[in-house]
C-alpha cells in the first residue's frame, strides 16, 4: 500500500521505477479508455456476438488499421494488467519465495501471451476473394 | 487505509474488476489466436459467445470495464490534483451515477435479443 500524505493524498512514490509504472498506469488508463469503451461500443453494441465469425474477422482485419486498433489495445491493456497484479504480489504475497516465484510467473504469463496476440494479428492472412 | 467506507468499496472494486478483466482478456487472447486455424475452428467456439450464459457474462464484462474506466478517472484526478482528496466520497457517488447511467441502457440493448 502506497504511503499517504497528513491529508490523506498519495506521496510520491519512491525509485523511478514506482514513479514510471505509477505515470504508466495514468497514461496507458486514459488512453485505454478510449480504446477498450470503444472496442466495447463497436463489438459488443453495435455488431453484436452473433456478428462476430471468421468472415467479420477477416473483413476488420484485411484493413491494417484496425489490426493496429486491436494490437495497441492488446498492448496496453497487458501491460496494464500485467501491473496492476504485480502491485497485487506486493501487497499481499509475503513469502519472499513465493513472491519471486509470483513475479517471474507473472513476467512470463504476459511475455507469452503478449507474444502470442501479436503473432495473432501479425500472421493472420485474410483468404483470396475475402 | 481507508478503515471502510466508500472509498474502501471503490479501491476494492477496482481491484477485482481489474482481474477479472484480465482474466478475460488472457480467453480472449486464446479464442482470437484460433483465427489462424481457420473458419471451421473460430467459428465453432467462438459461436460458444452467443449462448445464453455467455450473454450475461458479456454484460459482466462490459460492468467491469466501465466501472474500472470510470473509477480510474477519478483516482487520477485525485492523483493530480491533491486537493480532491477530501472530495474523493462525492467523487466516488459520481463514478456510481454516471455507471448506472451508462449501464443500464447498455445491458438493456445487449439482452434485448435475449428477452423477446
Given at each position: 500500500?502506497?504511503?499517504?500524505?497528513?491529508?490523506?493524498?498519495r506521496t510520491r512514490p519512491a525509485g523511478k521505477l514506482e514513479l514510471y509504472a505509477w505515470l504508466f498506469m495514468r497514461v496507458s488508463g486514459v488512453v485505454l479508455l478510449f480504446l477498450a469503451l470503444g472496442h466495447l461500443a463497436?463489438?459488443?453494441?453495435?455488431?453484436?456476438?452473433?456478428?462476430?465469425?471468421?468472415?467479420?474477422?477477416?473483413?476488420?482485419?484485411?484493413?491494417?488499421?484496425?489490426?493496429?486498433y486491436d494490437w495497441f489495445l492488446l498492448a496496453l491493456a497487458l501491460v496494464h494488467g500485467f501491473n496492476g497484479v504485480r502491485v497485487?504480489?506486493?501487497?499481499?504475497?509475503?513469502?519472499?519465495?513465493l513472491r519471486v516465484f509470483s513475479l517471474v510467473m507473472l513476467w512470463v504469463l504476459t511475455l507469452v501471451f503478449l507474444v502470442a496476440g501479436t503473432l495473432v494479428i501479425v500472421l493472420f492472412q485474410v483468404p483470396v476473394g475475402g | 487505509m481507508y478503515r471502510g467506507g466508500p472509498g474502501q468499496w471503490a479501491w476494492l472494486l477496482h481491484r477485482w474488476s481489474g482481474v477479472a478483466v484480465l482474466l478475460f482478456l488472457l480467453i480472449h487472447i486464446l479464442d482470437t489466436g484460433l483465427v489462424l486455424f481457420g473458419p471451421q475452428v473460430y467459428d465453432k467456439v467462438v459461436g460458444l459467445y452467443t449462448?445464453?450464459?455467455?450473454?450475461?457474462?458479456?454484460?459482466?464484462?462490459?460492468?467491469?470495464?466501465?466501472?474500472?474506466?470510470?473509477?480510474?478517472?477519478?483516482?487520477?484526478?485525485?492523483?493530480?490534483?491533491?486537493?480532491?482528496?477530501?472530495?474523493?466520497?462525492?467523487?466516488?457517488?459520481?463514478?456510481?451515477?454516471?455507471?448506472?447511467?451508462?449501464?443500464?441502457?447498455?445491458?438493456?440493448?445487449?439482452?434485448?435479443?435475449?428477452?423477446?
Amino acid at each position: 500500500m502506497a504511503e499517504l500524505t497528513a491529508a490523506g493524498g498519495r506521496t510520491r512514490p519512491a525509485g523511478k521505477l514506482e514513479l514510471y509504472a505509477w505515470l504508466f498506469m495514468r497514461v496507458s488508463g486514459v488512453v485505454l479508455l478510449f480504446l477498450a469503451l470503444g472496442h466495447l461500443a463497436i463489438m459488443h453494441l453495435l455488431e453484436g456476438v452473433d456478428k462476430i465469425n471468421f468472415a467479420f474477422v477477416a473483413g476488420r482485419w484485411s484493413n491494417p488499421l484496425w489490426r493496429f486498433y486491436d494490437w495497441f489495445l492488446l498492448a496496453l491493456a497487458l501491460v496494464h494488467g500485467f501491473n496492476g497484479v504485480r502491485v497485487m504480489v506486493d501487497d499481499y504475497v509475503r513469502r519472499p519465495g513465493l513472491r519471486v516465484f509470483s513475479l517471474v510467473m507473472l513476467w512470463v504469463l504476459t511475455l507469452v501471451f503478449l507474444v502470442a496476440g501479436t503473432l495473432v494479428i501479425v500472421l493472420f492472412q485474410v483468404p483470396v476473394g475475402g | 487505509m481507508y478503515r471502510g467506507g466508500p472509498g474502501q468499496w471503490a479501491w476494492l472494486l477496482h481491484r477485482w474488476s481489474g482481474v477479472a478483466v484480465l482474466l478475460f482478456l488472457l480467453i480472449h487472447i486464446l479464442d482470437t489466436g484460433l483465427v489462424l486455424f481457420g473458419p471451421q475452428v473460430y467459428d465453432k467456439v467462438v459461436g460458444l459467445y452467443t449462448h445464453p450464459v455467455f450473454r450475461v457474462g458479456e454484460v459482466g464484462l462490459v460492468a467491469a470495464v466501465l466501472y474500472h474506466a470510470l473509477n480510474g478517472i477519478r483516482i487520477t484526478l485525485i492523483d493530480f490534483y491533491p486537493e480532491l482528496t477530501e472530495r474523493q466520497r462525492p467523487l466516488f457517488y459520481a463514478v456510481v451515477s454516471v455507471f448506472v447511467l451508462l449501464f443500464l441502457p447498455t445491458a438493456y440493448l445487449m439482452l434485448e435479443t435475449l428477452l423477446w
